[in-house]
């Protein structure tokens, strides 16, 4: 597609359940990233793939969070056991050589 | 582990005023290193970006930055800024070494312009 496209744009869940958030790059770009933008904070780094690379994991904060990506394109990250804190707007972004293209974002209400 | 610091978390400016955002990053290699915008209710946008070459980068909208190497710093700056201006400003900092392209932000500085 044109740009990145993540999905639902909105999601309210109750504390404690699962959710999933899915994220469609830009067709052809071979790094997807995603990110965690809580208010009043900076975008904070959850998950780099980069081709059949092994993830970069480093920045999931805790073993409730995971994420795949399957042949190559289309990513979900998975929170399990949602908490309140859990509340922010997941972004992803996808990029070929240097350039990144973020999405719309998801925002996430753990209530 | 790198990292990126922005100094001003808020700033407040009347319109045709001058505006610097300061940026500083933590990495002793190679860096490319970014400057995004998020308007309000839209999604972050590619100010500009310096990989190499001329350290006086020029993006969109009038705004320009200045890699300097020695300070570790990418300041952002617009020599007068309009009431469109408004938004959160974010300075972001990203190598290859090891085959990590991730971005790492700052904090965000939110920008309002008076009008």
């Known amino acids: 597609g044109a740009g990145v496209s993540q999905s639902p744009s909105n999601k309210v869940t109750e504390k404690g359940k699962d959710v999933e958030l899915r994220c469609d790059p830009i067709?052809?770009?071979?790094?997807l990233y995603w990110y965690r933008q809580s208010l009043g904070q900076g975008l904070e780094f959850l998950i780099y793939?980069?081709?059949?690379?092994?993830?970069?994991k480093s920045g999931l904060p805790s073993d409730r969070f995971s994420a795949e990506r399957t042949g190559g394109s289309v990513s979900t990250l998975t929170i399990q056991r949602t908490q309140q804190e859990d509340s922010a707007v997941y972004l992803c972004?996808?990029?070929?050589?240097?350039?990144?293209?973020f999405g719309s974002g998801t925002r996430l209400t753990v209530v | 582990a790198q990292s990126v610091s922005q100094h001003n978390h808020h700033v407040i400016l009347s319109e045709a005023a001058s505006l610097e955002l300061g940026c500083n990053y933590s990495?002793?290699?190679?860096?490319?290193l970014f400057w995004y915008v998020q308007y309000p209710g839209q999604h972050l946008q590619l100010l500009l970006k310096?990989?190499?070459?001329?350290?006086l980068v020029k993006g969109i909208k009038g705004f320009e930055a200045e890699f300097i190497k020695s300070k570790f710093s990418f300041n952002l700056r617009k020599p007068s800024v309009q009431w469109s201006d408004t938004a959160e400003y974010f300075c972001?900092?990203?190598?290859?070494?090891?085959?990590?392209?991730?971005?790492?932000f700052g904090q965000g500085t939110t920008l309002q312009v008076k009008p």
């Open positions: 972004a996808s990029s070929l050589v240097g350039g990144y293209t």
């Open positions: 067709s052809g770009h071979t790094a």
């Open positions: 793939f980069q081709g059949n690379s092994a993830p970069d």
């Open positions: 990495y002793g290699g190679t860096v490319n």
């Open positions: 310096y990989f190499s070459g001329d350290p």
């Open positions: 972001a900092v990203s190598s290859f070494s090891g085959n990590t392209g991730k971005l790492i």
